[in-house]
């Protein structure tokens, strides 16, 4: 199967850290790979430099990485499309490519989020689109950008109904030297892992940032692991995708180290910045910020109890104290371990 789709070309749409480092993977692989981005001036920095100086410096791009700056050429020249873009545009992407489309393409996205304002998932966004004709993957999983880009020992899950599909992708992307790449069949808990773990990432980066110790960060993990893992079954997701790559494995990387830009975020807030501030700082996108907001939503619409985004929610976007919060969850009612709430 390697051998037959040698030469086959992929599309990557988003040039931002993450989107680049894939298109890395994917060229390093031996693919031809086209990186496309909205931002011509970026795009025209990264043709010359061969670089992306802004997010990976220092990583030369393989001679197969094309960059292409007409969204047109880059959706026609690849029957694979990779959407790597911020979810709060991931719906506009989508209405931007429907009529380039090809009739046999086929897409995968690593965005993780959920959708602005509805707070539904991102195969919702696109089916309501396009409807049912292109088959879909979503990639996710413990990955910072810079260690893949830079070849360091990476895994990742990938979830597809259609498994030849994913059969396909896995064997393009993974690279038995440094990126090990997963199959599953459980979209649904493939890409709420991915949403909730930067909200849970920002309440530990909060608690860190209070000086709380590794008792309260590791309460919060195993804690925000089990709110996630309830929202997931609320909406039809297999449970042992919480304790794979898109779950337990990405929220403990998120949570604990600070490449993570939402553990950062959640840093600055724990020492006093303010939202705004922190957001600044950090310039790249914050996928959890809006996110808490989208997770309490879907909590609430499917009458999940989710008492950290609750309480991250509550901060965020109600004026709370962070203290207050982390007091508010210190202060609930007795629980057993595993009860439902
Ligand atoms: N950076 C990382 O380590 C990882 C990121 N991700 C996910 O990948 C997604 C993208 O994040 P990053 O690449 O890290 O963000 P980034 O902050 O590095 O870059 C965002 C990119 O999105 C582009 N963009 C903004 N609006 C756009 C639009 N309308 N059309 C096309 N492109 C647009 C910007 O130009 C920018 O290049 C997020 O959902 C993130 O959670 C997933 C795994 C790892
Ligand atoms: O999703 C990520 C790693 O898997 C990146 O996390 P941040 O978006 O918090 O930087």
Same mark, same amino acid.
């Given at each position: 199967m390697t051998t037959a789709l040698t030469n086959t070309p992929i599309t990557v749409l988003g040039a931002g850290s993450f989107g680049t480092s894939l298109a890395i993977a994917f060229s390093r692989n031996g693919y031809p790979t086209y990186l496309w981005g909205h931002d011509q001036h970026h795009l025209q920095r990264l043709a010359d430099e061969r670089q992306n100086n802004q997010f990976l410096p220092d990583i030369t791009f393989p001679d197969s990485l094309i960059i292409e700056p007409s969204l047109r050429k880059a959706i026609q020249a690849s029957r694979d499309i990779l959407l790597v873009v911020p979810s709060h545009v991931f719906g506009d992407v989508i209405a931007q490519i429907k009529p380039l489309l090809r009739d046999d393409s086929r897409l995968i996205w690593a965005t993780k989020g959920l959708e #602005?304002?509805?707070? #539904?998932?991102l195969q919702t966004v696109i089916k309501e689109q396009l409807g049912s004709h292109y088959p879909l993957a979503v990639l996710s999983g413990p990955t910072f950008a810079k260690e893949l880009a830079n070849g360091l020992p990476t895994a990742i899950a990938l979830a597809s109904d259609n498994l030849q599909f994913a059969r396909e992708v896995q064997t393009r992307i993974h690279c038995s030297k440094n990126f090990r790449v997963y199959i599953n069949n459980d979209m649904i808990g493939v890409q709420l892992g991915g949403a909730v773990k930067n909200v849970i990432a920002i309440g530990a980066g909060i608690s860190d940032g209070m000086g709380f110790g590794a008792n309260a960060r590791t309460a919060l993990i195993t804690r925000g692991i089990a709110e996630i893992t309830r929202l997931g079954l609320s909406l039809g997701a297999q449970p042992e995708t919480f304790m794979g790559m898109a779950g337990l494995g990405d929220l403990v990387l998120t949570c604990t180290d600070n490449q993570s830009r939402n553990r950062r975020f959640g840093l600055m807030l724990g020492q006093g910045f303010s939202a705004q501030q922190a957001l600044d700082n950090i310039g790249q996108v914050v996928e959890g910020f809006y996110n808490t907001k989208e997770a309490h939503l879907l909590a609430q619409r499917q009458g999940i109890e989710m008492p950290i985004t609750e309480q991250i929610y509550q901060v965020l976007f109600c004026g709370k104290d962070a203290r207050d919060a982390a007091l508010a969850l210190l202060g609930r009612e007795r629980k057993e371990e595993y009860s439902k709430e």
């Open positions: #602005r304002d509805s707070g #539904r998932l």
